[in-house]
C-alpha cells in the first residue's frame, strides 16, 4: 500500500545511477568510491556535492562500505534502466519495476523539497515526526524483496516475455559447445522451478532448436539455490516433481549421488563437487552479481570466477574516448614526481633543473585533464569503473575477484574450449620505478618514453578555472 503523500512522486528510469554505489543510511548519501573507501562524489537526492560540501560530511573524504551505516548497492535488481536481471547475454528487463538505487534518490528527493517537511542532517521532520533516511532505505529495501518473493514482477514477466525478454541466440551453441567438448554444465538459480521452466522455455526456443528441452544443455540444474548461502553452507538438497513444481519428499543422500536431466532444489557448491568430483579450482562459475555470484564463489570455493557486466558495452567506448587523457595524466604524473625530486629547497613550487615547469603548474593541469576525463561521461555519474584515472569499488571488486569479466557469457564462442587465459601481469611501485627510463630533456618539450609534453599543456583553462570547485581538488594528492 502506498502512503498517499507518494502519489504525488512519478518516477523515471533514467541511466542515473549503477552498480556498486554505497548508500549513507545516517545523512541519506549516494556516494561513488574508490577501491580503498576513498570518496570519488557524493549524490544526495538527484544533487552532485562539491568537494566543499563533501568535506564538511566527510572530512578525511573517506567512507570504510565495512561499517554498518552504509549499505552497498550492488545487484541488477537495485540498479535503474531497464535492466533487472541477467542471464549469461540474455537481459531481462523491466520498464514498470522503478529500483532501489533510483527510488531512494528519488525519495530523498522528493521529501528534501517538499514544502511540509524540513530538512535535518539525518532526514526530514514535520512537526513532531521525523522520517530518517535510514528508515527510508530499510523500507525501500522490504519493498524491493517482497517485489521480488512475493509479489507481482516475476507473474508480469510471464506474462509479458516478449516485452522483458532479449533472446540470445547463440547461447544454446555455446552449452552445446561446452558439452560436446567434455564439459560439465550446470545451472544454479535462485528462481522457482516454474518461473525457470517458463522463462527458459522461451529463451531456448528458436526455430532450430524446435522439440528440444532447455533442460537438455545442462547436466545438473539446481533451483532455488538461496545463493550466497548456496556457496556456504547450502541448503536441503531435495528433487523437485517436474509435473507439478512442488518438492518431493526427502532429502537428496550422498549414496544417491544426483541424476542429469533433473531438477533439484537447494543444495550447496560443495555438495555439487562432491557428487561430480570436481574441485573449485576446476569450475569456471559465470555469474552477473559481485557479491552472491563471484566474491563468495571465489572465497568459499575458490572456483574460477567469470562476472558479466552488460555495461562493458558502454564502458569500452568510454574508454576508447578517454584513454589520451589517461596517458597524458600519467606523464604530468612523471614530470610532476622529477620536479618534486629537483624542487629548489628556498622554493617548494620551483625546481632546480632547467627546463622542468613549476609544481604549481603541473597540479593545475593535472587537474584540468582530470576534469576533461570526467566531462566525457555517458551517466550522471560517470563510468561504472573509473572516476578520472581512478578506479572504482566495484572495478577493485571485479578484478579482484573476477578471474574473467565480459558483457555477456557468449564471449567464449570465441575461444577455443580449451584456451589458457593468462592475466597481465603486474608491479609493484617499487618495481615498476626500477624499469622507468626517466625523463630526457629537449628545447623545445619533455620526453617521457617516446612521448611528448609541450609548454601548451600547462595553458590555463579559462573555462575549468571558472566552474565550482570539483570534487577532485585534491586529485595529486590522492594520486
Known sequence: HTPPLL???????????????????????????????????????????SASAIRQVYPNKYTP???????????????PGKDCATFGSVQITSAYLHTETFVLSALVNFFDNHKDYTSVPTGVESGSLLISYKSMQQDVRRAMDWIHVEGQLKMKTLENLDKYVEKEEKLPQMLDQLRKSKFTVFLATNSNYSYTNKLLTYMFDFPDTQGRSW?????????????????QEGTTLREVDEETGTLKLGQISIKQGLEKMKVYAGGSSALLCQYVGMSGKNILYVGDHIFGDIIKSKKKQAMRTFLVI???KKEVQHWQDTKEYYHHLQKLETILSEAHFHRTPSRKDSCSVEGLPEIAQLQSAIKIVSRNMEKCRFATLGSLLRSGPRQTFFANQATRFADLYSANCISLLHYPPDFHFIATHSLMPHESHNLETGL????????????????????EDEDDNSKEEHSDDDSEADS
Open 215 to 231: 533442460k537438455s544443455y545442462f547436466d545438473y540444474i539446481f533451483v532455488d539455490s538461496q545463493k550466497p548461502k548456496f556457496f
Open 440 to 459: 630526457r630533456r629537449t628545447p623545445s618539450s619533455l620526453e617521457i618514453r617516446g612521448s611528448s609534453v609541450t609548454p601548451a599543456d600547462f595553458a
Open 7 to 49: 502519489h504525488a512522486l512519478h518516477l523515471h528510469l533514467t541511466h542515473f545511477l549503477f552498480s556498486g554505489l554505497v548508500f549513507d543510511t545516517l545523512y541519506g548519501n549516494l556516494i561513488k568510491v574508490d577501491g580503498f573507501g576513498n570518496i570519488l562524489e557524493v549524490f544526495h537526492g538527484f544533487t552532485c556535492l
Open 65 to 79: 562500505p565495512s561499517e554498518t551505516r552504509y549499505h552497498i548497492l550492488n545487484t541488477l535488481f537495485e540498479v
Open 310 to 312: 552488460p555495461e562493458l
